[in-house]
């Protein structure tokens, strides 16, 4: 809808205009009338126009830009031809207009001011206005209003009167003012009450928390904190801090400050000062429950009831302190069993079960609490496993002892040194609570995956019970015992309802899992057992027997296999026995030789520790020795590198123990003879070649047994180690206690023709 004066740019719809459009370029210089069409007619003004421009609109189409000129009238239409032709006679405003006119121009601007304002773009707008001086022109910039329909603008164009046209313009302007008004209360109404509805929520929300807080202060009076605190059975020195503390309270009536003496005094009157179970120490009574919980282990089993038979006749006989002050720790790889060994304990004593779960613990204040003026103070591990135990006499146990860091937040293991101390336990102060607690009658038992980490202090206060990691036997007689009965149950099941063979068993065992302990045995016993759950939740009611045979559907392929024989085929690679944090383990040392590459002639890798380090160190300056001795060319040691790697090199490792790995590695790579893919060795080699003993020899022998080898390397002075070895693994491997490291070789590398060339030759 063009009105005279205005300047549009705007698309070409359909052919018409087109056509229109290209008419005029190319007879009339650009000039045209437009002609609104409303309500189905044409108005019997139109406005003339010219042409300005041309422009390509991003979409492709063309545009045009058009100034309108002057109002027209349109004539009679004839036809001449095929094209309708239309006189038209310009109508042109008045220069001179009338006083009301003016008037009329003046309240045009205020209502149009007035719109602009309540849109927010006034200052724009009357500038604009502002420019034209115009009346009639004034009135025609009506056009230019978005919101005033095309029959309101063509009434406007309509009015050649400047005065009529005004007042038409002014019309228009008036309705589009009041429905922006109304669109701006609507807008109001609406956001008032939703202002309304959050403000009363914010306010009910207050009152609920003064109301509670009234509540609190009611049933919590002064009153009552006296009798909880004389209940609560605190010796004097708490009980007078407790009492301060009660008083500043009353004192304060309510606030923040009050609120943390609340729970300081709630925590002061949660903890067992009084309470006890009663300690049974029946040492007979104590063996029943330990042998119910726990298949094997009757060397484990036996050291805890010595432990607790001294505590029983300490006690029995008044010598002092029922504690011998030593502290046990059960050491070994996870899934053995340690933290439920502690529960047992607890059983098997009557006495309640707290676990404190220290790995990761970098923060004394975890030990020890914060002071109260901290922000959001709590108090540490200790108190807080007191108030969860409700006796002043429970089994703590530290798991993860192996696993407290320290940093700059003070030293953790520190703290627990005086936890763990008798001759100072008895008056343990946390941060927080800041009084006396008594801990000498807490039964600690520590657990740790490997004692190398273990704070050398804390160490000392130990008596260690070392758990190596059951044999297969041993791991079927706890599956069939424990395992398997809990999983049936924890899956829904009855007895008799699901029934794994001896086979199956052994097959799980063998085949799926590689462990010390028997934590994954567990998980894929329950997996299997699953399976048969969801037969049984189905309809089937015929018992269900698994075989080895069953396995497969439920845990996949056997995900175990003996990797000895592959990796030692090559000359260079031997098989060595460590103990990692996660039980014994067989690691392979691989040893290849390169051109010299300038530096000493040995390249490691593997993230070995240093001690580590010296022993490829050791082997190779041994080798640098004995080469003539095994026939090896002395130029091949001296002229060219060789790099020695143990792999799973995410893996850190350290220790003595692979001298004899690194020495067989090295000499297997040099004479080209392979490694016997059966044998697995372990010891610490000298200078001299003197073969030294190592720890760990039953964990690494399970390891062994486990990853399939059948002849086993020791040093000669780790024989007595055997004893503990149980005989259904040593009756599967052949040992060989060894003095020197030619001994080594000889049992370790195959004859001079290798295995490759049998192979080659056959
Ligand atoms: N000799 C056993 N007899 C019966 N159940 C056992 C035996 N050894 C381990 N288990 C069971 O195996 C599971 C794993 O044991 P537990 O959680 O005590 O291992 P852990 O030694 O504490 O391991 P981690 O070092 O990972 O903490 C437990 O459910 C435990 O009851
Ligand atoms: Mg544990």
Redesign the pocket.
């Known amino acids: 809808m063009l009105l005279p004066g205005m300047s549009v740019t705007a698309p070409l719809v359909g052919d018409e205009q087109t056509a229109a459009v290209d008419h005029a370029l190319e007879h009339t210089d650009g000039m045209l009338v437009s002609v609104p069409h409303i309500d189905g007619a044409f108005t019997p003004l139109g406005v003339v126009a010219t042409i300005t421009g041309q422009i390509a609109l991003p979409d492709g189409s063309r545009g045009v830009s058009i100034e309108a000129l002057h109002r027209a009238e349109l004539g009679q239409a004839t036809e001449r031809g095929d094209t309708l032709v239309v006189p038209v006679t310009p109508i042109l405003d008045p220069d001179d207009v009338s006083e009301r006119a003016h008037e009329l121009a003046a309240e045009y601007r205020a209502v149009v001011g007035e719109v602009a304002a309540t849109r927010g773009d006034g200052g724009r707008v009357s500038a604009f206005l502002r420019a034209i001086d115009h009346p009639g022109r004034l009135a025609d910039t009506v056009g230019y209003a978005p919101e005033v329909d095309a029959t309101r603008k063509a009434g406007v164009l309509a009015a050649v009167d400047i005065e009529a046209r005004l007042e038409a313009a002014i019309a228009a302007q008036r309705e589009r003012l009041a429905e922006l008004h109304l669109r701006k209360r609507i807008r109001e109404d609406v956001s008032e009450n939703l202002e309304r509805t959050q403000k009363e929520a914010i306010l009910r929300r207050q009152m609920d928390a003064i109301r509670k807080e009234l509540d609190e202060t009611n049933d919590e009076s002064a009153d009552d904190w006296r009798r909880r605190i004389a209940e609560s059975g605190m010796p004097e020195a708490a009980r007078k801090e407790a009492d301060r503390e009660l008083a500043r309270l009353e004192r304060m009536g309510d606030g923040a400050e009050a609120g943390m003496i609340r729970t300081y005094l709630e925590w002061m009157v949660s903890l067992p000062w009084d309470k006890r179970s009663d300690d049974t120490l029946d040492v007979a009574e104590a063996r029943t429950v330990l042998d119910a ?5 009757e060397k484990v089993k036996e050291r805890i009831l010595e432990y607790l038979a001294v505590r029983r006749l300490r006690r029995d006989r008044d010598m002092g302190d029922a504690s011998t002050g030593v502290i046990l720790a ?1 050491v ?10 502690g529960e047992s304990v607890a059983r098997a004593t009557g006495r309640e079960f707290v676990r404190i779960s220290l790995g990761g613990i970098r923060d004394e204040a975890e030990i020890r609490g914060h002071r109260r003026t901290y922000v959001g103070a709590l108090p540490g591990r200790f108190v807080r496993a007191l108030r969860d135990a409700g006796t002043r006499n429970p089994v703590v146990l530290l ?2 002892l192996d696993k407290v860091g320290s940093d700059w937040r003070g030293d953790p293991s520190s703290a627990l040194l005086e936890v763990l101390d008798p001759a100072q336990n008895h008056t343990f102060r946390d941060h927080y609570l800041d009084v006396d607690l008594d801990l000498s009658e807490v039964l600690f038992i520590a ?1 740790a ?1 490997m004692v190398d980490t273990i704070p050398a202090p804390l160490l000392d206060r130990m008596e260690i019970i070392q ?1 190596d990691g ?1 044999t297969e036997d ?1 791991k079927r007689a ?1 599956a069939t ?3 398997v009965p ?1 999983q049936i149950e924890r899956n829904g099941l009855r007895e008799g309802e699901v029934t794994l063979t001896a086979d199956a068993i052994r097959a799980i065992i063998g085949d799926y899992t590689r462990e010390a ?3 994954t045995l ?1 998980r894929e016993l329950g997996k299997v057992i699953r399976k048969a759950a969801t037969r049984v939740a189905e309809g089937a009611t015929d018992p269900i027997t698994i075989d080895a045979g069953d396995l497969v559907p439920a845990l996949g392929r056997p995900k175990v296999h003996h990797e000895a024989a592959e990796r030692t085929a090559t000359p260079g690679v031997a098989t060595g026995l460590a103990v990692t944090g996660t039980g014994g383990d067989v690691l392979f040392v691989e040893a290849s030789e390169m051109p010299k590459d300038g530096g000493d002639g040995l390249v490691l890798t593997g993230q070995l520790g240093d001690v580590m380090r010296e022993s490829a160190r050791i082997a190779l300056s041994w080798m640098r020795g004995h080469a003539g001795e095994l026939g090896i060319a002395d130029d091949r040691l001296t002229d060219r590198s060789v790099h020695v790697h143990v792999p799973a090199g995410a893996i850190p490792k350290d220790g003595p123990s692979a001298g004899v790995t690194m020495v067989t590695a090295l000499a297997s790579l040099y004479s080209g003879r392979a490694v016997k893919p059966s044998v697995g060795m372990t010891g610490e080699v000298t200078l001299q070649g003197r073969v030294l003993p190592i720890g760990g020899v039953k964990q690494k022998l399970l390891a062994a047994h486990r990853a399939g080898l059948t002849e086993v390397i020791i040093p000669e002075r780790n024989r007595g180690d055997l004893d503990d070895v149980p005989a259904d693994v040593l009756k599967d491997l052949t040992v060989h206690p060894v003095l020197t490291v030619g001994e080594v070789l000889d049992l370790a590398l195959e004859p001079a023709c290798s295995r490759r060339d049998a192979l080659a030759s056959a």
């Open positions: 919980d726990h298949t094997g282990l059960l070994g790889p996870p899934g053995v069993g340690k933290t439920s060994l798991d993860e657990t995956n758990l059951y041993e706890i015992d424990h395992l809990r302990g028997v934590r567990e």
